[in-house]
T-cell receptor
Framework: GAVVSQHPSWVICKSGTSVKIECRSL??????MFWYRQFPKQSLMLMAT?????????EQGVEKDKFLINHASLTLSTLTVTSAHPEDSSFYIC???????????FGPGTRLTVT | GEDVEQSLFLSVREGDSSVINCTYT??????LYWYKQEPGAGLQLLTY?????DMKQDQRLTVLLNKKDKHLSLRIADTQTGDSAIYFC???????????FGAGTTVTVRA
């Protein structure tokens, strides 16, 4: 299957700082990328959908000013957690979908800890 | 989510077959998926089935789809310790393009 990478794989930051997470599709062009958040022992919660070259669509209850998403190219999307707080600590996973709508591939996840 | 339901736990002996079950509510779903998540990792797409198919087999994996009952199952033959993971069932509803996940089934393989 296709490969999606995330960077960093884990990050620790202090409250009030901002953290950027990158998601890259390595061997295909991702017209759409998704950002999820996963709490321990729970399923994935979709945060937002981003299409290359356009603004992200956020799910209900997700603050767009806090979770900034940029999808500047067909292989890269970034999620920036602004003014991070301890409650933002979580596992963030991205996924990418190519033009064939039925195949969606996930990155390895980024563990964010805010102290 | 609420539209896709799975049992939460499954324990199986090494070498036996595992069967993970899933029910969904949208009868018009086009694609149904099985993903595997190992601890601390992302999701790995195991297999998917188009709604006009009844069965799909790929090596040790067999997917069965019963559209009438809106029931999807994943059978893993000759289960190995490396199969211990959380397995997520997911669908793409007919009126949407986003994956809708079940809560995940934790499969534990015992020696």
């Amino acid at each position: 299957g296709a490969v999606v990478s995330q960077h960093p794989s884990w990050v620790i930051c202090k409250s009030g700082t901002s953290v950027k997470i990158e998601c890259r599709s390595l061997d295909f062009q991702a017209t759409t990328m998704f950002w999820y958040r996963q709490f321990p022992k729970q399923s994935l919660m979709l945060m937002a959908t981003s299409n290359e070259g356009s603004k992200a669509t956020y799910e209900q209850g997700v603050e767009k000013d806090k979770f900034l998403i940029n999808h500047a190219s067909l292989t890269l999307s970034t999620l920036t957690v602004t003014s991070a707080h301890p409650e933002d600590s979580s596992f963030y996973i991205c996924s990418a979908r190519n033009r064939d709508i039925y195949e969606q591939y996930f990155g390895p996840g980024t563990r964010l800890t805010v102290t | 989510g609420e539209d896709v339901e799975q049992s939460l736990f499954l324990s199986v002996r090494e070498g036996d077959s595992s069967v993970i079950n899933c029910t969904y509510t949208d009868s018009s779903s086009t694609y149904l998926y099985w993903y595997k998540q190992e601890p601390g990792a992302g999701l790995q797409l195991l297999t998917y089935i188009f709604s006009n198919m009844d069965m799909k087999q790929d090596q040790r994996l067999t997917v069965l789809l019963n559209k009438k009952d809106k029931h999807l199952s994943l059978r893993i033959a000759d289960t190995q310790t490396g199969d211990s993971a959380i397995y997520f069932c997911a669908e793409i509803p007919s009126n949407d393009y986003k994956l809708s996940f079940g809560a995940g089934t934790t499969v534990t393989v015992r020696a």
